[in-house]
């Protein structure tokens, strides 16, 4: 089995916090999607299995049109067996999750949304500089279940200054209560080139309080499991049959293939990647030239990916794998550090499989480094 993600890289506005790959400028979204088209006709022989999961990232997916969106599903159609697609997820902003599009998706093969809600607070939305308010992140979801879409998930991010513990406490609560089975969230992050750095560089706002943030992850992780949700992943709450499955074969190693610019691919040994800038994805393709990089992963490449991906999940590490795998040097190092995580309570076993305490979890990537081998 294999996986397809579609990065449409298009947004009606910037929020503060984000560094993905996109644009506000929506002139050359017809030449996109025309150029995302003929990488899927020139791309396709690269999975020759059956197609298990297929993902709209962003960028914000839902801002394509009806048209937009069935011409993808007719190409993906025409060159890969999707007989045995179990999910489609699409991202979307709740301002774009009208009756008059949800009407729409219920005839398509979308059976997945992961609505980008970040918070239930006007404060929050107006320091992220969300599209939407307050009001809208909450009828969206309803409006979605009214149409019989009951596999949602909802992004919230912790951790900011305005963001007090009692608001955070009513933000899980507000996605308890509307049926919310699945949660992706993540601690505001401060990245380079963003409208956040700047603010905070300037002295308009106040810096990221690491403690502040780390209370507010323990308590997502006690909330969540108090009402029946499983981190699975650092950053991902599911209950029982509502896991994400495109996302679950990244982290257990399944192939699959990316469109669009920015957009990964990874065939096991090899990982490939887009160009990041819209102009150049457009004209490359117009010539029939694939804008792409491939990278061949080294064991030592193979092990650090399975060190930082198997710690944030609780699909964890196989010591037996490890050693069958990556040779005496590799192996000897992995044997060293992962006593000393033991040794410090960072880590444990469970059926077999290395995996973090729940004490460490909030450290998951530094954590993972230690493990790393560096020639």
């Known amino acids: 089995m294999a996986g397809i993600y579609l990065h449409i ?25 025309s150029s995302l088209l003929k990488e899927i006709e020139l791309r396709y022989q690269e999975i020759n299995e059956p197609i298990e999961t297929i993902y709209f990232g962003g960028g914000t997916p839902s801002i394509l049109s009806n048209q937009e969106l069935d011409s993808i599903f007719n190409k993906l159609n025409k060159h890969f067996d999707l007989s045995s697609v179990k999910e489609v997820t699409l991202e979307a902003n709740p301002d774009d999750l009208t009756k008059e599009k949800l009407a729409y998706f219920q005839n398509t093969p979308i059976n997945r949304f992961s609505i980008g809600i970040q918070s239930f607070f006007e404060e929050d939305l107006r320091l992220m500089n969300r599209a939407h308010n307050a009001l809208e992140a909450e009828n969206c979801i309803k409006l979605t279940q009214d149409f ?15 963001t007090t513990h009692e608001m955070w406490r009513q933000n899980l609560q507000k996605a308890v209560d509307l049926g919310i089975n699945h949660i992706s969230s993540y601690a505001l992050t401060v990245e380079e080139k963003t409208i956040l750095n700047r603010k905070i560089e300037k002295g308009e706002w106040k810096p990221i309080n690491d403690k502040h943030q780390s209370d507010q992850f323990d308590y997502l992780v006690n909330f969540l499991e108090s009402n029946g949700f499983i981190q699975y992943e650092i950053s991902n709450f599911g209950k029982p049959g509502y896991f994400s499955q495109h996302n679950s074969n ?28 819209n102009a150049k994805y457009i004209n490359n393709l117009k010539n029939n030239n694939l804008p792409l990089e491939i990278e061949t992963l080294n064991l030592k490449d193979q092990y650090n990916e399975m060190m930082m991906i198997g710690l944030r999940t609780i699909y964890g590490i196989d010591p037996i794998l490890v050693k069958s795998t990556f040779g005496k040097l590799i192996s000897a190092h992995f044997d060293l550090e992962i006593e000393q995580l033991f040794k410090e309570n960072l880590v444990q076993q469970i059926d077999g499989k290395i995996v973090l305490t729940k004490e460490a979890k909030f450290f998951a990537d530094g954590i993972a480094s230690r493990l790393f081998y560096v020639d």
């Open 250 to 277: 990244y982290w257990k190693g399944i192939p699959y293939i990316g469109f669009g610019p920015s957009a990964h691919s990874f065939f096991g040994n090899k990982r490939a990647w887009n160009i990041a800038n």
């Open 9 to 33: 890289p298009y947004c009606k506005q910037k929020c503060s916090y984000c560094d993905f790959h996109f644009s506000t400028n929506l002139n050359s979204k017809n030449e996109l999607i």
């Open 148 to 162: 019989g879409f009951d596999n949602l998930t909802i992004d919230l991010i912790y951790g900011s200054n305005t």
